[in-house]
């Protein structure tokens, strides 16, 4: 486990600001050439809107560090509300291609509308790099040269779950998330090493995205006799199912573990107390003891009123650094996209997760760790404490010869 002292993580309020800056006195005009325009397809309102928010405020400070020019280009970002609806984030994808012409997409956070996109992406030619929605068939069968992912696949952070919660704290489990792509391969990802290690599902459930009631499913969960819940919710989901488990009195008989996004910094506030104690599998936490996390917590707190840094804030900073780099090593030519994917591929840095890079096989970011965290209050608040951790996990994907 990564050692944390309350020493080094203090020491992010005062680390100095990431090295290597293109300072204030570089004139924008001095940049050759159109503006490299970045595409977001995220959601700002609805349930996700504070994960499209981290993403988008993360990717703001990486390219504010560069004074918004990369490569003697300037940096344009257009962003697309989603709205957290296919249809719709299909449509602000033909828009951002067709009319916007972006040289890069991102995007999205909604699994069922990244498998909508991956068509006219592909057909496009036109690169995306995944910044949040993790649907696995995107690592495997629906694969493609043009697409990558820094955030995760479904599976990455819930596989390893599997087996350690069946060790650590029940072979009796009630699984239960929502009703979409994610909440499906998330749950069947945990089965994967679960089962195998002697632990029964005694009942799962489906509720809709954005259920605001979860009484009937909590009531299923208390009759089920299972011991343990394994979930995963996000967003304001997250917050209603954590203090409506904790209000039905289900907190201290039934313990409650899940996917790392459960009890992300972006919900913890509202959750209070409730929190306390749930396990979760992610592959990052601010706690992380290393000097470039370090420094995006304190900047990141810095820029935006004290706000600390999530998991999708983590992803939306790897998201902009793999541009930023990329760019430097084609020279800023964007025309030449074979060139500018094999760039991408190539990426490799220190990233507040710890060391990133892509996977060749699949275009899927290699997790340096999945973290086992607990909610604790410690240093001033509520926070994920890392507790134990598997490495290099890799989606299991084969690749698909990423074609043309």
């Known amino acids: 486990m990564d050692h944390l002292t309350r020493r080094t993580f203090l020491a992010a309020t005062t680390v100095a600001a990431a090295s290597g800056a293109i300072g204030p006195w570089v004139s924008r005009a001095g940049a050759q050439g159109t503006p490299v325009k970045i595409g977001l397809v995220l959601p700002y309102t609805g349930v996700y809107a504070v994960l499209g928010e981290s993403i988008t405020q993360a990717m703001e400070l990486v390219f504010g560090r560069e004074s918004w020019t990369v490569a003697g280009r300037k940096i344009e970002m257009i962003k697309e509300d989603d709205e957290m609806k296919p249809p719709v984030g299909l449509r602000k994808t033909e828009k951002l291609i067709d009319s916007d012409k972006v040289d890069i997409l991102t995007g999205p956070v909604h699994s069922g509308i990244l498998m909508g996109m991956r068509d006219k992406v592909h057909a496009s030619k036109t690169i995306l790099i995944v910044s949040n929605a993790g649907a696995d068939a995107i690592s495997r069968e629906r694969c493609s040269k043009w697409i990558f992912r820094t955030s995760f696949s479904n599976w990455q952070p819930c ?79 997250a917050v209603n199912f954590v203090k409506q488990y904790d209000q039905f009195g289900l907190k201290q008989s039934i313990k409650l573990t899940g996917a790392g996004f459960l009890t992300e910094p972006d919900v913890l506030p509202a959750q209070d107390g409730s929190a306390l104690g749930i396990l979760t599998g992610h592959f990052y936490t601010p706690l992380l003891d290393n000097p470039v996390n370090h420094r995006f917590v304190k900047d990141f707190r810095d820029k935006f009123f004290g706000k600390m840094p999530d998991g999708f804030a983590c992803q939306g900073y790897d998201t902009a650094e793999v541009i930023v780099r990329a760019l430097k090593a084609v020279g800023g030519n964007t025309q030449d996209k074979d060139k500018l994917v094999e760039a991408i591929a190539k990426v490799e840095y220190e990233s507040p997760r710890g060391h990133f890079r892509f996977d060749p096989k699949t275009h899927n970011v290699i997790q340096p760790f999945i973290y086992v965290r607990e909610v604790r209050e410690v240093y001033g608040g509520l926070n994920n404490v890392p507790i134990d951790k598997v490495a290099d996990v890799r989606d299991p994907g084969t690749g698909c010869a990423l074609p043309a």
């Open 159 to 237: 596989q390893p779950m599997g087996g350690w919660v069946a060790k650590n704290v029940s072979k009796d489990v009630f699984q239960i998330a929502p009703n979409y792509q994610a909440g499906k391969d998330m749950m069947a990802a945990f089965r994967e090493t679960f089962l195998p290690a002697g632990g029964k599902v005694v009942d799962e459930d489906y509720p809709k995205l954005g259920e605001t009631d979860y009484a009937p499913y909590l009531t299923k969960i208390r009759q089920s006799g299972a011991k343990a819940v394994f979930c995963f919710f996000s967003g304001t989901d």
